[in-house]
């Protein structure tokens, strides 16, 4: 599982520290707009450009049909079938998301309604972790962090973000339940202070719960190293949907130290 995941950050990279493309670009989230109609300004008759009734009809005419288009998008609306107008699932997921800070080790992050606190010790494979949340009825649908203390003062004395992610692979395939396990993409990004953040995706085929995703975010603060581990199914029957992997990334996103350092 992804919180077994461990290794030295004793030793120093000599490699330089690259810049690395995001990984992802948090949803920014923002109301969507009705599209404004457009009507083409007919050329009128020069010879009924002065006729009173002729411009009362038209203006007639005009106003009739915007309405009956207004009724028409009122009616697609409730209908729901106006695709892609009001993400209504965005929109749900930022109150999904709930706000979880350790005071005594000095993190935070957010965590989805529908996952539950759980004791570590009474999960398996998850003695190690500092807290642990777990899905509701899919305990194999989990965020863990694991807090351990390190002789570093940041991830840079350690090396670049791709250079941790391979450590992290190496010690995933080292497990006997792993069959394989693949990076998928790396980032660094700032948390509080300028708080060197890095962040991985990979996927892991294993023996215990079959193919998983898996969204990871690591930063030493205080002479501590913080790993976060979002383990989420996906399988290529029942593959991760496109809405819940929105919301487990505003949580790797969220990801940093309580306060500033």
């Known amino acids: 599982m992804a919180l077994q995941v461990s290794f030295s950050f004793t030793s120093h990279n000599p490699c ?3 810049h690395t493309p995001k990984l992802f670009s948090p949803k920014i989230f923002s109301s969507t707009s009705l599209p404004i109609a457009s009507f083409s300004n007919q050329k009128q008759n020069p010879e009924s ?28 609306l409730v209908n729901g079938s106006l695709p892609n107008l009001f993400n209504n699932s965005i929109l749900a997921q930022e109150l999904e998301l709930e706000r979880y800070t350790d005071s005594k080790e000095d993190f935070t992050l ?28 899919k305990g194999s649908n989990n965020i863990g962090v694991v807090v351990t203390p390190v002789r570093l003062t ?13 450590k992290l692979i190496q010690a995933e395939k080292k497990k006997e339940s792993t069959k394989d396990a693949e990076v998928i993409a790396v980032a660094e990004r700032s948390g509080h202070g300028g708080l060197q953040v890095y ?11 079959g193919m998983k995703r898996i969204f990871s975010a690591a930063f030493v603060s205080s002479r501590k190293l913080y790993l976060l581990n979002i383990a ?17 990334e505003e949580v790797l996103h969220s990801f940093d130290a309580a306060t500033m350092t």
């Open 110 to 137: 957010l965590t989805p309604s529908s996952y539950v606190k759980v004791i570590p010790s009474l999960s398996v494979d998850k003695a190690g972790a500092t807290v642990l949340f777990e899905e509701v009825g």
């Open 154 to 166: 940041s991830l840079g004395e350690f090396g670049n973000p791709q250079f941790v992610a391979d």
């Open 49 to 76: 450009s002065n006729d009173p009734q002729k411009e009362t009809l038209i203006l007639s005419l005009g106003s009739s049909k915007r309405r009956k288009l207004n009724l028409s998008v009122i009616a697609l």
């Open 199 to 209: 962040e991985f995706e990979y996927k892991v085929d294993s023996t215990r719960g």
């Open 232 to 248: 989420h199914s996906d399988k290529p029957e029942s593959p991760l949907d496109s809405d819940t992997r929105t919301i487990l």
């Open 16 to 18: 330089q520290r690259n």
